[in-house]
Structures are given as C-alpha cells and as structure tokens.
C-alpha cells in the first residue's frame, strides 16, 4: 500500500518536472494554491466534487451488484429460456459504451417516456446497467465455481431452493467473488467521471468548468489525476480490508 | 439374473423395475429392491456398476427414467412437496464428506433443524450437541471444518444427517476418500448407529464392516443387481460366478 502511494507520488513528480525542464511553461499554480484566496475558493470547489463522485458510485455500483445478481442466478438452473434472457442481457450491456448509453440515457429516454431525468438519476441509470453485465460474469463465475457437492449437501438435508441459496450457496460465492467485485468499485469510480459529459456536478465536471474560467487546463487536470489517485488508493484500501476480514473468518474448502 | 422380490407390506424403502439413463448408457436396469426397517443393506460392486446411482436416486439427487420408488410410503416423483417429505426423512452421508466450509461445526448442525424442522437454535443446539457426543467429537463444535481430519470431517457430517432425525441413512462410499488410519474410527461409528436399529443402506468396499454389520449383501454390476442375499449367504455360498469372481478380487488381499 505504501509503496504504491510513494510510486504514485513520484511519478507524479516526475511528469511535472520534466514539464518544467522542456517547455517554457510558467506555472500557474496559485489557482489552485490553499495559500491564496482566489485559489482557496477553486480548490474548495473542486474538492466538494468529490461527493458527487463518491455518491454516484456507491449507488450505482450497489445497484449493478443487484442487477448483476439476478442475472447471474440462472446460470444455477438448468432453465433454458432463463439462461437465454441472462446471456442476451450480458452481450447487449457489454457492447454498448458506456459513454453512450448514458447519452442514450439522458437524452433519449426523456423523448421516449416523457420523463425528464436527473442527471444523478440517468447517471446511475447508465452506469449501473453498463457495469451489471460485468457482475453478471463475475457472480456466474462465482455461483458455479461453488461445488456440487455443497448443492448436493443441502438438497439431501431437505433445505429449500431460497435456504440453499441464502445459507449455503451466496455465502460461499461473495466471499470468492469479493476482489473483482472491488476492482469494479474501484472502475466504477473512474467511470463517473463520464458523467460530466451530461453536466453531473462531480469532480472532472468541476475541473472541465474551472478550465474555461482560468485558462489553466495543466494545473487544474493535474490537480484532478492526483484527486481520482487519492480517491482510488483509499477506495482500494478499504476494499482490501474487507477482504482480509472475510478471509479471516472464511475456511477454505474441505479437501 | 435379477432375484423376484417377495412382496413385504412393511418395506421403508421399494424400487420396482427402476431405470436410469445417461443418454444411451444405461446406469441402472430393472432394479428391484425391498428394504425393510430397521434392515442394513449394504451394496458393493465394481466401480462404473451403479451403486452410487442407485442410493442417489433414493433421495433424487439423481432422477429415475423409469419405474417406480417408494420411500417411506410416498412415492418419488416430479411432486415438490413430496420431495421435501422423503428429503427429511432420508440422511445422507458423501464420499467427499460435503461439508459446509464457512459454517462452524455446530452451525452445520443446527441449520437444517432450525430451516426445515422449524427448531429453535436452543432445541437444535441441544439435538447438535448430543449427537456430536455420540460421534464422539463434542469439543470440535467451535471449529471450521478445514481444522478437523477427515475421520473427524466424516463423523461431523454423520452427525449432521442425524440432526433431521431421518428414518432411513444413506452412506455413499463413506470411507472411500479417508486415510487409512482414519476409516476405524468412522465405520465404528456407523456400527454403533447400526446397532440401534438406523435403517441404513451403505455403499461401500470395506468387506469386514459388511460382513459385521449387513443384514443384506446386494452386489451390483452394469446397474444390475445380479445378487442380493443374507450376509453369511453372500460371503459363504455367492451364487452367481460374477459375485464371486468379485469377492475372491476383494478378499484376496
């Protein structure tokens, strides 16, 4: 963890000083600078984007992970048609852009239903359905590297279909599926920065906006590489945790 | 080659003419088989021959194509709730144990009682505990079972059948996947349950438990039954020469 922050920051260093060395730049760093009062307020209104960020990719995220859920629950089945729709849903939602579904989103399901959408709204839309074709992989991966005997196991003891699902089956499933299942946190992150392109408020809208007021796109972008790098640093931390407290109360397999 | 049943009003357990296809491989044929309460019927056979199938299609983790069975006086078919009805009536002991890896010992225990028999967890607790003293192994019940050795893995999971206090046990090769110096302790066990009058139908190669513990020898071949007779009948006079070609393999040793 350490070291990937230490590399992280000087890599960073490195970009800007080679910067500095083959150009004539002059920085403009007081835009952005907490020492200055101009800077102070573009600094704080670039952060407060954070939230937005935050936020959007917490409920999209949860909302795919569901999604992604349902549409992997067939693969336990042998339901033909169901296995049919889940497979259809999977390469439909994978094939699209994100970029555009949230376009199609924002812009088009208005005309379609009448419905005029946030931006919050039509975001979550989007990347939630973009992202839960992936968590449909992820989870069927899950589900059906769970061993037949464990399914075996619960059928003979007479627990029905919903107990063997919840009990013995998920349990066994999330905890595998637990680091990829981060890693699209961690992209879903990223992903919401797309958002902008429909004028949600986070972080890369904030810097897209401060850009055309200052005329400082190093600086600002600059800045918003080192905001997402600290963002996702902690966010994979966090993630790690959690694993390593699942894997502690988790045995591995009987055999 | 098949023996005729003689008809017993009493049977817990009753296959007539059962079939099992995969594809064209025909796994079980025309399996006809009584098993009365209380009765040990062990069943032995080379490998490939059906035995697991046949005691796998007693509590249909395998389904029949063809004829008929009956458990406990309801009849196996595609009905749900009938299904539920001879589950909890019928334990099952795997080969590979199937423990649940991310319960505890005792959680593996009470989770059926509390599920299916609507037990409190006290009542299921008390059911577990007993029955983890009978298995002899009372202070493993905090532990995960990747802690424990395979005989102990084993006797848990016999214990685990036990909690939904069924009326008939199945053991599929209970002994096969264990060490050695592991298969005494597990076979005690089940002769214990024996002794007390667990109907019980076994597959398994340990002759010396069968000969101790069957009321009934069935061997199999091709998913025939090509002999069943009482015990000492089977080891002493096999009638048929593939039985006893089998049994001079087995006990040569």
Avoid at chain 2, 54 to 64: F, Q, S
Avoid at chain 2, 89 to 112: R, W
Avoid at chain 2, 211 to 232: H, L, N, Y
Wanted: hydrophobic content about 45%.
């Amino acid at each position: 963890m350490l070291n990937i922050t230490r590399f992280g920051l000087l890599l960073t260093a490195c970009l800007l000083l080679s910067g500095c060395a083959e150009s004539n730049y002059t920085w403009g760093w007081h835009i952005v600078s907490p020492f200055d009062a101009r800077g102070q307020t573009n600094l704080q209104f670039l952060m407060n984007g954070v939230f937005s960020t935050i936020s959007v990719a917490l409920v999209s995220i949860t909302c795919s992970v569901i999604l992604g859920l349902l549409v992997a629950l067939p693969s336990l089945s042998k339901n033909k048609p169901l296995l049919f729709l889940s497979r259809i849903y999977v390469e439909v939602f994978r094939a699209v852009p994100m970029l555009v579904l949230i376009l199609w989103v924002y812009y088009g399901v208005p005309v379609l239903t009448g419905l005029q959408l946030s931006v919050f709204f039509a975001g979550v839309i989007a990347l939630a359905l973009c992202d839960s074709a992936f968590e449909a992989e992820i989870f069927r991966a899950g589900l059906q590297s769970i061993e037949d005997g464990q399914r075996e196991a619960a059928d003979a003891l007479g627990l029905s279909y919903g107990d063997k699902l919840r009990f013995i089956i998920l349990p066994q499933a999330v905890r595998r599926v637990l680091p990829p299942l981060g890693n699209q946190f961690v992209y879903m992150l990223k992903a919401s920065s797309l958002l902008s392109v429909i004028g949600y408020s986070e972080l890369t809208r904030r810097a897209n906006e401060l850009v055309v007021v200052e005329y400082r796109p190093l600086e600002i972008y600059t800045l918003l590489v080192l905001e997402y790098l600290v963002l996702i640093l902690l966010a994979s931390w966090c993630v790690r945790k959690l694993e390593h407290r699942l894997a502690r109360s988790d045995r591995t397999a009987t055999r | 080659m098949t023996p005729t049943q003689p008809a017993s009003p009493d049977a817990v357990v009753r296959l007539s003419d059962v079939q099992k296809f995969y594809g064209d491989y025909a796994a079980l044929r025309d399996i006809n088989l009584d098993v009365q309460a209380g009765e040990k019927v062990i069943i032995c056979g080379p490998s490939g021959s059906g035995k697991s199938t046949l005691i796998r299609c007693l509590n249909r983790l395998e389904v029949h194509d063809g004829g008929k069975i009956v458990v406990d006086g309801v009849e196996m078919d595609g009905d749900t709730k009938n299904l539920a009805t001879i589950r909890s009536e019928v334990g099952m002991v795997f080969q590979q144990f199937n423990l649940f890896p991310h319960m505890t010992v005792l959680d593996n225990l009470i989770l059926a009682p509390m599920r299916v028999r609507k037990c409190t967890r006290d009542e299921a607790k008390d059911i577990a505990m007993s029955l983890l003293e009978r298995v002899r192994i009372p202070e493993q019940a905090d532990k995960y079972p990747s802690q424990l050795s395979g005989g102990q893995q084993q006797r848990v999971a016999i214990a685990r059948a036990l909690c939904m206090k069924p009326r008939i046990l199945l053991f599929d090769e209970p002994t096969s996947a264990l060490d050695p110096e592991m298969i005494s302790e597990v076979l005690d066990v089940m002769a214990e349950l024996a002794s007390e009058g667990m109907t019980m139908i076994c597959v398994t190669h340990e002759m010396g438990f069968a000969r101790k513990v069957a009321d009934t020898m069935v061997f199999m071949d091709k998913g025939q039954i090509v002999e069943k007779a009482p015990t000492e009948q089977f080891f002493n006079t096999p009638q048929s020469p593939r039985t006893q070609i089998f049994l001079d393999q087995i006990l040569s040793h």
